[in-house]
């Protein structure tokens, strides 16, 4: 890869890319290696490029952090829809004409 810099600004757009397509099982490995670059990185950014290479990647990140808050109240309003079928299909289940469990013979 380039300088650090820009390998993090590269591994960022990666994995603004993968949040973009859903593709969140790939998401673990890119931030691996987005934070083992971190890591090396020294306190301060060495010139004008460094610096120019980090705000790219912070406003990328703050981009894929808001799309991943979206995806996950999104899922969890689908997860809330399914909720609801299966407590209303236990509903119908315990209705009128439903032979109560201890009713049915489970012997074979």
């Given at each position: 890869?380039?300088?650090p810099?820009t390998?993090l ?14 593709a969140?099982?790939e ?8 934070r083992?670059?971190?890591?090396a ?17 912070a ?9 991943l808050?979206?995806?996950v109240d999104e ?9 609801q079928g ?5 509903g ?17």
């Open positions: 890869m380039n300088d810099y390998a600004l590269e591994l960022t757009e990666r994995e603004h890319a993968l949040v973009v397509a859903g969140w099982e998401l673990a490995a890119v931030d691996a290696r987005r083992a670059v971190l890591a990185l020294p306190e301060r950014a060495p010139d004008r490029a460094a610096r120019a290479a980090l705000t790219c990647a406003d990328l990140q703050v981009a894929s952090t808001a799309l808050e979206a995806q899922l969890r309003r689908s997860l809330g829809s399914v909720a299966r407590a209303a299909v236990q119908y289940g315990a209705g009128v004409g439903a032979v109560p469990a201890a009713q049915i013979d489970l012997s074979g």
